[in-house]
């Protein structure tokens, strides 16, 4: 049997290899004791792989070691962090990018058993992150999760359904507050104007003023006239503590020029008599009345509550909202739909979920997402808030959204700054049932400042990939 350049030492016994100077190589001349063999391995030669796969696992069938002076490689660099996991199985970490072939490679003098005074066989293993088509219409939930959903409801739940996968409509933000002054800008731009309007009713407790009045639905009213489906968010600013004037929906606040935490907690919201849990009531109660007068009109709302939740896993939460863990986000979900749907009887909502995407500014885990989720029974649409470089490929945030639910809920961009690739997602099976851009104004008037700044508006509106108004088929 061949013997290699290095000293197995007691190490190799008990729990680990050390590599030594081919000056000290002992001389042996009896067989090892037994061979090393490669019993499994996660991926395998010539598999076709999603680029959310993070980490590959190669099981021996021996307690194994491994030799710190030789690369476990990919395409050639040295993976991160390969390490041992119940003794015989060999797990190493690497970040993949869709389209591309790769070679995971552990040289012959890497893995060594225990005991057996030899060294696993060289594994290669070939294999790539070509085009997967991602959506899997047969596995989509056919109806809204409210059973008696309005009539109109369930034919915007139907349009977005039968263009799933194929088309994607439009949308963004009608401006700062009740209006529709940036779509209409958009409109200008581009002479297409976009198939969803976004409003907010982020000043719920000024309402109603002589500026803000949200019991004025005709915004919304001629949006939907217009054939534009209506989305609503809602910034839901609350009394930073007991008694305060001072209203926010983040965590931390600027108050005479410092800065505090915001002392309203999401989990009192849920404890009976609470001054958090009165403030909320009274605020669900003023909101519901102002929904039941798009209910009456029949218009039915893409309704985007409690958005961006978790905040960064591991940063924190930004909005007060998450301010107490994600079992309370999803009580609090509930308890909302609770009173909007069975106590107010709001039957025109389609109910969308933002899942949070970010970990330390990277690519959160899918774990942490199915931790954080309401469930299937009471979301229709699950969505990011995506704020990336211009015409972007953002397939890898699309598919974890899409494994969150198994493929049973629509996907949409929820939010996003810059417009994405719209071609390159169809190509992949991947494209966004619906995005929501969000609004600019400077001096309150809609501007390209910071986004979609070279045409990219005009692009992706003049795509026939992309539905706006007017195309839309109720």
């Not at 003794?87 to 690497?94: E, I, M, N, Q, R």
């Not at 989990?267 to 001054?275: A, P, Q």
Request: overall charge negative; charged content about 20%.
């Amino acid at each position: 049997m061949k013997k290699y350049a290095y000293i197995l030492s007691t190490l190799l016994l008990v729990s680990g290899l050390q590599a030594c100077d081919q000056d000290h190589k002992p001389d042996w001349t009896e067989t090892a004791p037994f061979d090393v063999k490669v019993v499994s391995t996660s991926i395998v030669d010539g598999q076709e792989i999603s680029p959310e796969v993070v980490t590959i696992t190669v099981t021996y069938d021996c307690d194994i070691a491994l030799n710190s002076q030789a690369d476990i490689t990919l395409n050639g660099l040295p993976v991160s962090n390969p390490r041992v996991v119940d003794g015989k199985t060999l797990v190493a970490d690497f970040h993949l990018e869709r389209g591309k072939r790769y070679i995971f490679n552990i040289p012959a003098d890497a893995v060594a058993g225990i005991g057996s005074k030899t060294f696993a066989p060289q594994l290669t293993v070939n294999f790539n992150t070509g085009t997967i088509n991602i959506i899997d219409k047969t596995k989509l939930s056919p109806a809204l999760v409210n059973a008696t959903a309005s009539p109109e409801a369930k034919a915007v739940y139907d349009l977005l359904v039968n263009n799933y996968g194929n088309r994607q409509l439009s949308g963004a933000m009608g401006g700062v507050a009740w209006e529709t002054v940036y779509t209409d800008y958009i409109f200008e731009q581009t002479g297409k104007y976009p198939a969803i309007v976004g409003f907010d009713y982020i000043h719920l407790a000024s309402s109603p003023a002589d500026w803000i009045d949200y019991g004025d639905i005709e915004p919304v009213k001629k949006a939907w006239e217009a054939g534009s489906i209506p989305a609503m968010t809602w910034h839901w600013n609350v009394p930073i503590a007991e008694g305060s004037d001072v209203l926010s929906s983040s965590t931390t606040v600027t108050v005479d020029g410092k800065e505090v935490e915001n002392q309203f907690k999401a989990s009192e919201v849920l404890v009976e008599g609470s001054w958090e849990n009165k403030i909320a009531t009274a605020d669900v109660e003023k909101l519901a009345g102002y929904l039941k007068l798009l209910k009456d009109a029949n218009i039915p709302v893409l309704w985007r509550p409690f958005h961006e939740a978790a905040g960064d896993y591991t940063w924190g939460a930004w909005f007060w909202w998450g301010n107490s863990g994600t079992e309370t986000t999803k009580q609090l979900w509930n308890w909302l739909r609770e009173k909007l749907v069975k106590e107010h009887g709001l039957d025109n909502l389609i109910w969308v979920w933002t899942a949070q995407t970010s970990d330390e500014g990277k690519l959160a885990d899918l774990s942490k997402l199915q931790e954080a989720y309401p469930g299937d029974e009471s979301v229709d649409i699950v969505g990011a808030d995506l704020y990336v470089d211009p015409l972007s490929d953002q397939l890898g945030s699309f598919e974890l959204l899409y494994n969150l639910t198994g493929g049973r809920k629509l996907v949409a961009l929820a939010e996003c700054g810059n417009l994405l690739d719209v071609d390159t997602a169809f190509a992949d099976g991947a494209l966004w049932s619906y995005f929501m851009a969000w609004y600019e104004m400077e001096d309150g008037k809609p501007v390209a400042g910071q986004w979609n700044l070279n045409g990219e508006w005009k692009k992706v509106l003049g795509n026939p990939l992309v539905l706006n108004r007017g195309d839309l088929k109720f």
